[in-house]
Every structure is written in C-alpha cells, then in structure tokens.
C-alpha cells in the first residue's frame, strides 16, 4: 500500500496528546516532506530515518513522501516521532506488514545505525496508550518508566530492526521491559545527626506533621541546611498516585526518571542565581521547573535573601494553590507545583546579628534593606518563622549533660500519626485547608480564641497570618491527640511567627 498510519504521542506539559503519523508515498522527484507543524529537531529526523532505514538493512522508497503529524494544530518537538515516521515509510513502501501497527503506539529518537535513544515523557505516554487500550513500543532505556504504567502494555526495544522483525511476527525479539519497582529503601539524612536546636527539630515535626512551609533564621553554621535535608525523612510514605506524579514530571525533565527513585519523595535546592523561569518553569516550549520539581516533597532556598527579588514573588501563587500554569503567545501548559517551601536566611548581611561575641557591626539601615529583600506577602504565606540560635560548645562537643537525639524514624512515627489524623478529618494535610473548612476543623477552646485575638491586636497579624496560625496551632493539637485547639497550642503556634512581632528578630 502507498499510504500507512502509525501512532505516537506529543508532550504538551505532562500530558500526551495522541499525534497520528501519516505516511504518503506518490510519483514524482524523490523527495521527503514532513508536515503538521513540526519543530526544527522534527525536520531534522528526515535525515536519520533516511540512514536508519538503509543501515537497518531496507530500501528507502525513491519516491515522492509526505509524512503528515495530525492533529496540525499541535506543535511537536524533539526527535520522538523517529520510529514512528520510519515505520510508516517501510509499511507504506510494502517492506514490513501494516495490518498490526493499530495496536501499538511507537516512542522513539533514531540513531543513524538504527538503534533506538531515550526519549523525554515516555511515562507520561505509556498512561496515556494504556488508557487508549494500545501496547507502547519504547527505546530499552525508556522501558523502566514504561513499565510503570502497565507492564504488560509496555515493549521495549533496542534497534528499529528488533520492532519490524517483531511486527512480522517474531515475537521473541521483543525486550522485556523492567518490572514496576517497588518502594525506594536508600537511606535518609537522619535528624538524630543534628547536635542541639530542640526547638528547630520541634518545627520540622510540625512542618512534616502539617505540611507546612518553614523558614530558618540563624547564624552561619547554626545547622540550617542539615535541618532542612532532614525534612524529607519525617514525611509520610507517597501513595502509588503521588509517587506515579513525581515519575511522570521527573519523566519529562532533563534528567529523566530513575527507578531507585521510585517513592522517594523529592528535595530540590536551586542555588540563588536562579532565574524565575528556572524556579518556576517556562521557555519557548514550557518546561517544568524546580518547584514542579519538587512536587509532593521539598523545595529548599538557602540563603533566602540573595535570591533576586522578582524571582522570589514568582512562588507567591504556587504556594497557595499547588500549581503553576505556564502562559506564551503559542502554547499554554499547566504543571502541579504542590511543594512545601523550606527556607534559610542569616538575621543579617555579615550573619552574625545577635551574637554574644559582638562580631556584628551591621547599622540597622543594612538589616532592614537586607530582609527587605522578602517581601511581606511572601512572609505572610510561609507558615513558621524560627529562630535558630547557634549551638554551643558543649553540645557540639557532646557534653555529658546532652540528651540523645531522637532518630527520624522516632519523629516520623508522631508526625505520620499526626498527618493520618488531618486526613481522615479533612481529607487533606492542615497547611492545605482553605478558610472556610478552617472553622469547621479548627475548633479554639475559650481561652485560646481570646490569645489568639490578642495577638491579632498586638502583633497587626493579617487574615492569611490569622488562618495560618490556626492551621499551625491544629498540627501542634494533632500530634497532642486533642480534638480541640487549647491555648498552649495556640501560644506555640504564635510563637512560630517571629517576623511578624515589631521587635527585632
């Protein structure tokens, strides 16, 4: 036949839009055309299929061949539609059989000896052909990830030869894809290693216990960066759809996905010279970035301060509603971005405000233009700021009146206890309530409504403050086991917000 279908799958953000590869060959000057809005790299797989075709041992059709992508309203881009576009020109040419290709879809870059590349969003693919009842024919590297959507609708392969010997019947050329792999056993940064900072420990078990965001004041060396790569071991274990979320976007990144990260929730810490589209995702073609990244785990900003302003108010809308959605004049997308921010800052420019050896000289001009550089409404949306005063020589050394430190097994257990308690009242984590379901879930003991309304008056606290208190103060009142909200959770709940008190820090 002189015309043959084959489909495959666009990216468009983290979904995969089906894209139908027709292959037309006709009389006239030998010469091959692809249509249907094709990006530069598309073009450009005429010449690899053309040597990918011959080194794999057929014929190149000497005629006139038009390779439409449908819908044509769909960009597409990268090298993904090479197995496809090669396996419709042999089926259209006669070469390998066409009856069986509207069973599977093909995923594919081409090499020029017709051995098969990893492609980017090949998981994201693999959900969308099992859900069209379809088989997906992926490069070996891609199979792993493949796998995870359905093992059994997933082939992997190494050569484009392997694919047509396979469509001709023989099926024993067909790869084995890797089987779906199971929860990630690598070892966690354990909290027990961190010396002293009781209080700081007490915020990370309710910032995991609640899901709420934290930032970290305190001197160079105060143990910041440790407690925040602490994090990720105090959180619960990821449901199968949460960790299938964080496949699929690490799926369509530039690393890619990998199986021993399966289940591990994530912890990104971009350095301070990101730009905003690399924090929050962007480009020509959007791309996810480090908070789509960090989705269902952590995002961590050292030195919180140093980052460029206008890229810090970009986090402003995500932090409230857990996605980002990408606009440019050709192509919209949107990406989950349900991160919890961690942050660290010094109290000053030289890092030493507060010191008892006096080593600050900062004027209080400095200190203020210094932590002008976070704006209030991004302060406002962090739910805890903490001190974290640097540890002594004692406790550093281990002196002998140091308590043991408590492992993030110990800590987890509470703080996934705690967490299992917000779900099965709210069917979400306490950071994630929305004012109106705060009234219902949040009951305050007479005493602690009247704290909290001094506090109001005292401290100037807006309604986010205000709503991010009681979120904070039911954490606290869940890992107590208290149905209600008593006024020594509200106190300490209270005491997690150290911007917001017009002394200084």
Excluded at 207 to 228: D, F, Q, R, V, Y
């Amino acid at each position: 036949m002189a015309l043959a279908t084959v489909f495959s799958r666009a990216q468009t953000g983290l979904d995969a839009p089906a894209v139908a590869v027709e292959v037309d060959l006709a009389g006239g000057l030998p010469a091959l055309a692809i249509v249907g809005l094709p990006e530069t790299e598309v073009k450009e797989s005429k010449d690899r299929v053309r040597a990918a075709i011959v080194n794999s041992g057929y014929q190149f059709p000497t005629r006139r061949i038009t390779v439409n992508l449908a819908p044509a309203d769909l960009p597409k881009e990268g090298g993904r539609f090479d197995l496809a576009i090669a396996l419709g020109i042999l089926a259209a040419s006669g070469q390998i059989p066409g009856e069986g290709l509207a069973q599977y879809e093909f995923l594919g870059e081409l090499s020029l000896s017709g051995a098969l590349r990893r492609v980017r969003g090949a998981l994201p693919a693999a959900l969308a052909a099992t859900n069209a009842g379809r088989r997906l024919v992926v490069p070996e590297a891609n199979g792993p990830e493949a796998a995870l959507a359905s093992a059994d609708a997933a082939h992997a392969a190494t050569h484009l030869s392997d694919v047509t010997t396979s469509l001709a019947g023989d099926e024993t050329l067909w790869k084995t894809p890797v089987p779906a792999v199971g929860p990630s056993n690598q070892p966690q940064a354990d909290l027990a290693d961190v010396r002293g900072q009781h209080q700081a420990k007490r915020a990370l078990e309710i910032a995991a216990a609640g899901g709420h965001s934290l930032l970290l004041i305190g001197p160079p060396g105060a143990g910041k960066t440790m407690l925040a790569s602490r994090l990720p071991g105090l959180l619960p274990e990821m449901t199968s759809e949460q960790a299938m979320q964080v496949a699929a976007v690490a799926s369509i990144s530039a690393g890619g996905f990998k199986p021993e990260d399966w289940g591990r929730r994530p912890f990104r810490a971009p350095h301070h010279t990101a730009s905003g589209v690399a924090l929050v995702g962007g480009g020509s073609t959007p791309r996810p970035g480090e908070i789509t990244l960090a989705h269902n785990g952590v995002l961590f900003l050292d030195e919180l301060p140093e980052f460029d302003r206008r890229v810090l108010e970009v986090l402003r809308e995500p932090l409230e509603s857990g996605h980002i959605v990408i606009s440019r004049a050709a192509r919209q997308a949107e990406f989950p971005a349900a991160f919890q921010l961690i942050a660290a800052m010094n109290p000053c420019p030289c890092g030493y405000f507060g010191d008892a050896s006096g080593r600050c000289h900062c004027t209080p001009e400095r200190i203020d233009r210094y932590r002008g550089r976070i704006s209030g409404p991004l302060l406002d949306r962090i739910d805890m700021h903490l001190n974290v005063a640097a540890v002594s020589r004692d406790v550093l050394m281990g002196g002998a009146g140091e308590q043991p430190a408590e492992s993030s097994a110990a800590v987890r257990t509470r703080a996934v206890a705690a967490r299992a308690e917000a779900m099965r009242r709210g069917h979400t984590s306490n950071a994630a309530l929305r004012p109106a379901e705060i009234d219902d879930h949040c009951p305050l003991e007479k005493g602690a409504r009247t704290l909290l309304e001094q506090a109001i008056a005292r401290l100037g606290l807006s309604a986010r403050a205000y709503h991010r208190i009681l979120r904070v103060a039911r954490t606290i009142a869940d890992l107590a086991g208290a149905d209600r909200i008593a006024p020594a959770h509200v106190a300490e709940a209270i005491g997690f917000r150290q911007l917001d008190r017009t002394a200084s820090i």
